[in-house]
């Protein structure tokens, strides 16, 4: 008995670190393999060049080894941390009243070197729900690009701000454009030889395609567009939030808690106008909601008058919209994304099965917005994200260089597109 009691405590500690070991290896998909991103493009000679000239879209994405492999620490990572070693890019907020009494805000940075073909080209840059300029991954990004040359204009998105307040009964939704519009209308009238890159992050992925398909003029000036981790449709996507696959429901009550933070912090903004009876109810709607549609349902759909929570979904997606868009796009997800279901990417599939100027990049690991690099354990500064984006921007550009003086982007301004702003204050 003396020799089998130890044997069996030494039998059972080795199935439990089997266990674990096993556990880990599931959860952090460890022998999940790493592999180019899946593309689909049609044959041109745009996207031939392309290839050639951006390789983040044709050569293997290579996460950390330990955790990169797991969509859920991916985005938890840049929930949490943003980026590693984050710059602070030095810029100037500008701030632009709007028709309807709102302030929105941008913040400007210009180029630290020359372009590579001699250009004057800016990024306007729309970031992922509730975030601004001073977000670590939005940083990294600026800093990145204005090293390669670009001039960086980055929204804030209205309300996200802390230190800035509502000078009106609004704050960002799902899918308006009047703030990145306004901003967009003042770059082109302060630098009139400029030409566009339009980029979105998650929720600004679906306010910039909303915004170049929803009026032709939009398009003027602008080479190209990138579009990274959005869901296309809210309409669709709002039952897959629902469910507990992936842990989208537990993402969802994450961003819902988020969404109260900002929403409180401009309590007297947002409701001051209305009775007290009314203010009553809302916030006690808001503050029992759980998910994002209810907050939506009982207070950002209000913002805009919609009488439904489907058809502020239906209005605010860029599914509607993004079959206008001719400028070249690139549009980015990942398949462990956790807030992205897979049913919601047959809309950039069959977009770019359609369309000669999208192509469709679907990497295997990145998470929601992580995409690190790494060998092991430590990630790299820059992400592949920030990489393929600059690279693809890159090409478009001496694309755009190499074309006969008149097939270039037109450099004549454009009417003011709705929502633009009235004057600029220091």
């Known amino acids: 008995l003396s020799t089998i009691l130890p044997a069996m405590f030494d039998g059972m500690k080795l199935a439990a670190v089997a266990t674990v070991l096993y556990i880990l290896v599931r959860c952090l998909n460890l022998k999940s393999p790493t592999a180019p991103p899946d593309l689909i493009y049609q044959d041109t000679p745009l996207n031939r060049f392309l290839l050639k000239s951006c390789p983040q879209l044709t050569k293997e994405y290579i996460p950390p080894l330990l955790w990169g492999k797991s969509g859920h620490l991916q985005t938890a990572l840049y929930g949490k941390l943003g980026r590693v070693s984050s710059p602070h890019p030095c810029g100037v907020r500008k701030f632009l009243p709007m028709q309807d009494g709102a302030t929105s805000t941008f913040d400007l940075f210009e180029p630290l070197a020359e372009h590579r073909t001699g250009g004057d080209i800016t990024m306007v840059i729309c970031p992922g729900i509730g975030n601004h300029s001073e977000k670590h991954y939005i940083r990294t990004f600026v800093d990145y690009s204005q090293r390669e040359g670009y001039r960086c204009a980055v929204l804030n998105h209205l309300g996200a701000l802390p230190n800035i307040e509502l000078t009106s009964p609004r704050m960002f939704t799902y899918g308006c454009t009047w703030e990145f519009s306004a901003m967009v209308g003042y770059i082109k009238k302060a630098y009139p030889q400029t030409q566009l890159i339009v980029i979105g992050f998650s929720l600004g992925g679906n306010i910039v395609c909303k915004f170049l398909g929803e009026n032709r003029n939009n398009q003027e000036r602008v080479l190209c567009s990138v579009s990274v981790c959005q869901g296309y449709s809210a309409l669709r996507a709002q039952e897959t939030f629902l469910q507990w696959d992936q842990c989208r429901r537990f993402y969802n009550f994450l961003m819902a808690d988020n969404m109260k933070k900002i929403i409180l912090s401009h309590r007297d903004s947002l409701f001051g106008g209305t009775s007290s009876k009314r203010i009553d109810a809302d916030l006690s709607r808001l503050y029992t909601s759980t998910s994002i549609m209810q907050i939506d349902d009982n207070i950002m759909r209000k913002f805009h008058g919609h009488s439904s929570l489907k058809e502020y979904y239906e209005k605010e997606s860029c599914v509607h919209y993004i079959h206008n868009v001719n400028v070249p796009l690139l549009l980015v ?6 807030l992205v279901h897979d049913s919601l990417l047959t809309i950039p599939r069959t977009l770019a099965e359609k369309k000669q100027n999208v192509v469709f990049a679907l990497t295997l690991h990145g998470g929601h917005l992580g995409f690190f690099e790494g060998a092991v354990l430590f990630p790299q500064p820059l992400t592949w994200m920030d990489k393929v984006i600059v690279g693809y921007a890159n ?15 037109a450099t004549s301004s454009p009417p003011q597109a709705e929502g633009g702003c009235a004057e600029e204050k220091a």
């Open 395 to 409: 090409a478009m550009c001496q694309w755009d260089k190499q074309k006969p003086p008149c097939q270039k982007s």
């Open 333 to 338: 997800n990942s398949a462990d994304d956790p």
